[in-house]
């Protein structure tokens, strides 16, 4: 299996800004077993971390707080505000259960695609989310650039955010990946290289874990957290939750979208790469029927002039969302008050919450799993640890839904839709609803299993009851006065004493330790449809 690369042409079409945030979600492995609430971001921190924390733009001096804030507040529903952004005030929601780390040492990136040709792009953020209560992280990488060619641009799409190879090409070059990806800092240096070429390593490393091997630059991005299965160890674990392409979001502005033919939207949409000629589909026409239906948003596509909005088409697949624009437009491409600033931060933190969602729904789903792995019925200690550890999912599950489960994000038109777009084709509804069963089930497992231990325990106490009836009916029938001690010698009394509590002791722990056959026979007893001999164990039935 071979690729392709495509050269540019003098005639390609030109994308004047571009914008690409790509989403990895990852699993945080817990920092201490049993403890519920793991708080990850805490070990981040010391001299030589890269990662710092980010302050909360809406903490500062009511000077400093822009338009931009504003808007991106305003377009969430309260309940989402809270989550987001927290609140102020005492006997309030309190502080936002998100917490942001950013690092600042990598200033560009120098990409070589399918072409060859190395390029540097700029490097706006890497911050790294955490989320209160629930071990997901999710790492957002965000590059730009300007002025390029469209097949690059899909080119980039279709290569830049995978975080292992899916197969290595004849002339041993990593399949689906860039050529070449290096992290550069502010004056040039390289910090990280890609090493996806590198076949033996990734064989090797899954043929020993069972786990894929994560490509050298995403995994420097990432640091100190380490790869759960790798021997680099240290504080911070994480795994893979998904397969080796990360999400993403993108923003082209070009002369005139209206040029792009329909193979480049599909392209674009669900980021295939370029063709090996233009106006070639990525997949047959029978597949490709509906596509503008179930993936393009095109509330303000193709709108007539003059009527005072900007012609954008959207277009959402799950794992990616494009948005495409005209440059000339002020509306379109302003960095404050545009569908640039709000497509940084308004859609960005639709796909934030949407992945993040999937994410921590899989996290749980994986967890439940590993408890059920982990289940041995005949140890003792085993089923104590598993009961625990279902309680505790259980309890996550709960906090999950009341906190950070949303059906709806917005009332504004656009992030409304492109948000119940974004969780239809991620499937989320239905993963929750898999998950919500799951853990219900092993709920009901507990307690059917603790009932049945409570009424094996009553059943136990009963057999001891009646035992001990009946001794208690004969002395209280004789009196207690059978024996006069009342005049002996203490050291008698004290003897006559334990010679009388040592048999009803053992007489009771026999009762306990026979109760289960004691109860067989009692209940044979009252069967009033047995015969006498059979209640008496005189007679045995047939086998």
Not at 428 to 453: F, H, I, N
Request: aromatic share 12%; glycine share 8%; proline share 4%.
């Amino acid at each position: 299996m071979s690729e392709i690369a495509v050269p540019e042409t003098d005639d390609t079409v030109r994308v004047r800004r571009f914008r690409e945030i790509l989403l990895w979600p990852v699993q945080l492995m817990p920092l201490q077993e049993g403890t519920q609430i793991q708080r990850h971001w805490e070990r981040l921190g010391g001299p030589d971390c890269v990662w710092s924390e980010v302050a909360d733009e809406f903490t500062l001096d009511p000077g400093e707080f822009k338009e931009r804030h504003y808007i991106e507040f305003t377009a969430f529903l309260p309940y989402v505000q809270r989550f987001l952004y927290g609140e102020g005030g005492a006997g309030g929601y309190g502080a936002s259960p998100i917490k942001v780390f950013r690092r600042r040492d990598v200033a560009r990136a120098r990409l070589t695609l399918g072409d060859g040709v190395p390029r540097v792009v700029e490097v706006v953020h890497i911050d790294l989310y955490f989320f209160h209560d629930v071990d997901v992280a999710i790492l957002a990488v965000e590059i730009a650039a300007e002025d390029v060619d469209l097949r690059w641009v899909q080119d980039l799409l279709y290569r830049f955010g995978r975080t292992y190879p899916s197969f290595w090409n004849a002339d041993g070059s990593a399949g689906q990946c860039c050529r070449k990806v290096e992290w550069l800092a502010a004056d040039g240096a390289v910090l990280a290289a890609s090493d996806t070429d590198d076949k033996r390593t990734f064989l090797e490393f899954v043929c020993r874990n069972r786990a894929p091997y994560i490509a050298a630059h995403w995994a420097f991005l990432l640091k100190p957290l380490a790869l759960h299965q790798s021997d680099a160890g240290g504080a911070l674990t994480y795994r893979q939750l998904e397969y080796q392409r990360m999400p993403l979001l993108a923003y082209l502005s070009m002369d005139d979208p209206t040029r792009l033919a329909r193979a480049d939207w599909v392209r674009l949409g669900l980021a295939t790469g370029p063709g090996v000629q233009d106006g070639t589909l990525p997949f047959a026409e029978s597949y490709l029927y509906g596509f503008e239906q179930r993936y393009c948003y095109d509330r303000y596509w193709n709108l007539a002039p003059g009527c005072g909005l900007s012609s954008v088409r959207m277009i959402c697949c799950g794992h990616a969302l494009v948005m495409v624009g005209r440059d000339g437009d002020s509306f379109y491409t302003d960095l404050e008050a545009g569908l640039l600033g709000q497509f940084r931060h308004q859609y960005f933190l639709l796909g934030l919450i949407a992945h993040f969602h999937r994410a921590a729904l899989l996290m749980l789903s994986d967890r439940l799993v590993v408890a059920i792995s982990r289940l041995d019925i005949g140890d003792v200690d085993s089923v104590k640890v598993f009961k625990r550890d279902i309680r505790q999912i259980f309890e996550i599950f709960l906090r999950f839904t009341h906190r950070y489960w949303f059906h709806e994000v917005s009332n504004q038109g656009p992030a409304r839709d492109l948000f119940r777009m974004w969780s239809e084709h991620l499937g989320t509804e239905r993963l929750y609803a898999e998950v919500r069963d799951e853990v219900q089930d092993m709920s009901d497992y507990l307690d059917s299993d603790g009932l049945r231990r409570q009424a094996n325990s009553v059943l136990r106490l009963t057999v001891v009851t009646v035992i001990g009836m009946i001794g208690t009916l004969v002395t209280g029938f004789l009196g207690m006065n059978l024996l006069a001690l009342g005049d002996e010698p203490l050291w008698l009394r004290v003897l006559v004493f334990l010679a009388t509590l040592l048999p009803t002791v053992g007489l009771i722990l026999l009762s306990v330790a026979k109760s289960k056959r004691l109860a067989d026979y009692l209940e044979a007893l009252s069967d009033e449809r047995r015969p006498l001999p059979d209640k008496l164990g005189l007679r045995r039935g047939r086998h």
